[in-house]
T-cell receptor, first 111, second 112 residues
Framework: QKEVEQNSGPLSVPEGAIASLNCTYS??????FFWYRQYSGKSPELIMSIYSNGDKEDGRFTAQLNKASQYVSLLIRDSQPSDSATYLCAVRGSGGFKTIFGAGTRLFVKA | DAGVIQSPRHEVTEMGQEVTLRCKPI?????LFWYRQTMMRGLELLIYFNNNVPIDDSGMPEDRFSAKMPNASFSTLKIQPSEPRDSAVYFC??????????FGSGTQLSVL
């Protein structure tokens, strides 16, 4: 079992729709959770972080965390073609600074 | 700030040759990470340093890989001898230790 699992996609949504991206992790003591966006040929960049159960909103993005289910999600409202990218879920454990990434979900937003 | 600087951007080499990838982290960042990204395996953590000391190298695939951080402003990842299966994009990232990783532009390595 991989430490961080994501559906590789591609996930295709029409412009203006809500895109829902999901991630599960195996280490129960994980404390910090991140979503990075990676455009083709570019390096990953952080878009959201979440540390406690519940929802965290930032503009069109909402991160959701359920530690009991070991589940993290990212919702993108009013999806735009510029949101088309690979979204990487990352998890950090309680000790140290080791940050493990999922393989990523490719998102396509159709105009 | 110039960000994390990696060199070279592209490296093409033949199987069996030694490859050295270089990274200059953002000044003041205490953590430095080396990742490898392939379509099949995604973004894999190879090793990370804290204050120039290797903390976790469990992701280093085998003895052909080695990484060093002789000072706070420079790190190398060396592959000797290189093999075609090492072909990937190698990212260096640094962090001040709060949350965010700052990634370099990556080195595209092709081993023929």
């Amino acid at each position: 079992q991989k430490e961080v699992e994501q559906n590789s996609g591609p996930l295709s949504v029409p412009e203006g729709a809500i895109a829902s991206l999901n991630c599960t992790y195996s280490d129960r003591v994980s404390q910090s959770f991140f979503w990075y966006r990676q455009y083709s040929g570019k390096s990953p960049e952080l878009i959201m972080s979440i540390y406690s159960n519940g929802d965290k909103e930032d503009g069109r993005f909402t991160a959701q965390l359920n530690k009991a289910s070991q589940y993290v999600s990212l919702l993108i409202r009013d999806s735009q073609p510029s949101d088309s990218a690979t979204y990487l879920c990352a998890v950090r454990g309680s000790g140290g600074f080791k940050t493990i990434f999922g393989a990523g979900t490719r998102l396509f937003v159709k105009a | 700030d110039a960000g994390v600087i990696q060199s070279p951007r592209h490296e093409v080499t033949e199987m069996g040759q030694e490859v050295t990838l270089r990274c200059k982290p953002i000044s003041g960042h205490d953590y430095l990470f080396w990742y490898r990204q392939t379509m099949m395996r995604g973004l894999e953590l190879l090793i990370y340093f804290n204050n120039n000391v290797p903390i976790d190298d469990s992701g280093m695939p085998e003895d052909r890989f080695s990484a060093k951080m002789p000072n706070a402003s420079f790190s190398t990842l060396k592959i000797q001898p290189s093999e075609p299966r090492d072909s990937a994009v190698y990212f260096c990232a640094s962090s001040p230790g709060v949350e965010k990783l700052f990634f370099g532009s990556g080195t595209q390595l092709s081993v023929l």
